[in-house]
């Protein structure tokens, strides 16, 4: 039995940050009904990151909605939100992903669910808050990333803003939105207390810069300082960062400067023996291992560096990794079958539960694909 069996979630949202957090909840075990337009479902049926189709679909959306149920409702239609009214009061979890106002104008945000549901557990996703100038604004990934600061800690000094190649700060809001209705199920199990859940991917995107931001309030408010070359972290000294190598690149973690010079025959780093120097003077020194690096093959430094327990690693691209014995072990993958008898192949969740990974053969569904079972089932 999978943790969350039992959980009913109804899940109004779209895109990403909440999909995903359904995702989540749906891999542990929650089941999940998905509410969609009639004409067009969830946006992100057409938000395509390539040009890679699946079924007819997004990937994007396979990707991040399998194991759930469609149920199409016109939520400006009385009789259609009626029905969902009914579906609601029966769900230990409603949540959301809109801009402030909008669930409020459609009959659906917290307090007329909690009217009718008075135990329910309620989470909601913003861009920006509730409140402020920026309330109104779209919550959509990159924007938030530049909003946040996060956009200055890749790349090197002098590049300009770098963005993180990945919609990062969707999935960690989702998680952060999981990590809260998580905590709230278990405050309704020992209180019989549901609540409201909200989170913002401006917060969560703060959230993630936690340690950076401690050091910026600590340190007279001094702006990061990415090193000029090989930067990988805005405050950590060298080595830290990505060296190429004669026939690849090689990602080193922290280290000491002067091992360093000895394992890898290098004398000029032998010449930084002080740890503050790793951080005052990173620049030459990340300078000098990168002239150094360039001269032999990925497998060679490894070699002299492994049997020291040196933090290295080769940099892999996905048809290198996806191949490795290492990454086959990990049982990371899965094929999910839509509806119709569509197969694709997939992620399945992280987490392992006594030993076990939690997974299901269920794809994403088609707009609506539940609707009729749904109404049967719950007499909507």
Not at 37 to 53: A, K
Not at 152 to 168: E, H, K, R, T, Y
Request: net charge negative; aromatic share 8%; hydrophobic share 35%.
């Amino acid at each position: 039995m999978k943790s969350l069996e039992g959980i009913l979630v109804v899940d109004f949202s779209q895109f990403l940050s909440g999909p995903s957090a359904a995702l989540r909840l749906a891999d542990l075990g929650a089941r999940v009904i998905k509410i969609e337009r009639p004409e067009g479902g969830d946006i992100c049926r057409t938000l395509y990151v390539s040009n890679v189709v699946i079924d007819g679909e997004s990937t994007v959306f396979h990707a991040i909605n399998r194991n759930k149920e469609s149920y199409a409702a016109d939520l400006k239609s009385e009789l259609d939100s009626e029905s969902v009214r009914k579906l609601v009061a029966r769900a230990d979890v409603v949540m959301h992903n809109f801009r402030p106002g909008v669930m409020e104008r459609l009959g659906f945000d917290y307090d007329s669910v909690r009217a009718l549901n008075p135990d329910v557990i309620y989470g909601n996703i913003t861009g920006y808050g509730n409140e402020g100038p920026w309330a109104e604004r779209p919550g959509q990934d990159l924007l938030v990333q530049a909003l946040s600061g996060l956009t200055w800690l890749s790349g090197n000094d002098g590049d300009g803003p770098v963005p993180m190649g990945l919609a990062i700060v969707d999935i960690l809001t989702g998680a952060q939105l999981v990590h809260g209705i998580l905590a709230c199920l278990i405050r309704r199990g020992t209180t019989g207390k549901g609540g409201l859940v909200e989170v913002s991917m401006l917060e969560s995107a703060l959230d993630f810069q936690f340690e950076v931001l401690t050091n910026y309030f600590q340190d007279g408010n001094q702006e990061a300082q990415r090193t000029r070359h090989n930067s990988a972290h805005a405050y950590l000294g060298a080595p830290y960062g990505i060296y190429k190598t004669a026939d690849g690149h090689l990602a080193l973690a922290m280290g000491r400067i002067p091992q360093l010079g000895e394992l890898l025959g290098c004398d000029e780093l032998l010449n930084y023996p002080e740890p503050g120097t790793w951080f005052s003077e990173r620049d030459e020194i990340k300078a000098i291992l990168a002239r150094h690096l360039s001269t032999k093959p990925t497998k060679d430094w490894l070699g002299l560096l492994e049997p020291a327990d040196i933090w290295c690693a080769e940099v892999f691209d996905w048809k290198r990794l996806t191949h490795h014995e290492g990454y086959r072990l990990l049982g990371l993958e899965q094929t999910v079958r839509r509806g119709d008898g569509f197969d694709y192949r997939t992620t399945c969740c992280p987490i392992r539960m006594d030993g076990e990974r939690p997974r299901s053969e269920l794809g994403s569904p088609r707009v609506g694909e539940h609707t009729e079972a749904l109404k049967r089932e719950f007499n909507l």
